[in-house]
């Protein structure tokens, strides 16, 4: 079964720090594109970051780019996004998928993790 | 920066089509997706690359994209369609945008 299992989500306070996992299974990991996506409480979707197959290349959304940064372990079938600066509007459910091969969309999703930033 | 616009909710009666629209400048000449979001569940894609439906989706789902909007519509709508729906563009893999989403009720 294909599946992708987020981690690390939890309450931090303003300017801390936060690292998330995405344990992927059932698929050939390194063969593809992933991305972070995240909905604030009861707010819409926000693309937040992409990275390629090899970690090559990295696009992030210009409210995150110089705070937080995508990563991943072909080895260990993970990504990764480490979060720092953390502000209150960072507080969300982060979700990772998996991009289709060759085009555009995201057709895998995790159940997400929720990042709470709060004093 | 690149924004989507779509309505905040639209409405249909069982067994009717509807079709829910996503307006940027220039949509036509990006890829749109779209998702279905229940409450409480992660968005399910629905619709790539404008018109194509992934395996498993039904195909009371269609898509099209021209000039500068893109539109989702569902043919023979039932009530497990009720959900949130987001359209989706991507430039390129740097620039990637999500509408505000449209909430469907199914009366």
């Known amino acids: 079964e294909v599946q992708l299992v987020e981690s690390g989500g939890g309450l931090v306070q303003p300017g801390g720090s936060l690292r998330l996992s995405c344990a992927a299974s059932g698929f050939t990991f390194s063969n593809y594109w992933m991305s972070w996506v995240r909905q604030a409480p009861g707010k819409g979707l926000e693309w937040v970051a992409n990275?390629?197959?090899?970690?090559?290349?990295?696009f992030y959304v210009d409210s995150v780019k110089g705070r937080f940064t995508i990563s991943r372990d072909n080895a260990m079938n993970s990504l990764y996004l480490q979060m720092n600066s953390l502000r209150a509007e960072d507080t969300a459910l982060y979700y990772c998928?998996?991009?289709?091969?060759?085009?555009?969309?995201?057709?895998?999703w995790g159940q997400g993790t929720t990042v709470t930033v709060s004093s | 920066s690149y924004e989507l616009t779509q309505p905040p909710s639209v409405s249909v009666s069982p067994g009717q089509t509807v079709s829910i629209t996503c307006s940027g400048d220039?949509?036509?000449?990006?890829?749109a997706c779209w998702y279905q979001q229940k409450p409480g569940q992660s968005p399910v894609l629905v619709i790539y690359q404008d018109t194509k439906r992934p395996s498993g989706i039904p195909e009371r789902f269609s898509g099209s994209n021209s000039g500068n909007t893109a539109t989702l519509t569902i043919s023979g709508t039932q009530a497990m369609d009720e959900a949130d729906y987001y359209c989706q563009a991507w430039d390129s893999s740097a620039d990637v945008v999500f509408g505000g989403g449209t909430k469907l009720t199914v009366l």
């Open positions: 220039k949509l036509g000449d990006r890829y």
């Open positions: 998928a998996r991009r289709l091969l060759h085009t555009y969309g995201l057709d895998v």
């Open positions: 990275i390629r197959q090899d970690g090559s290349e990295k």
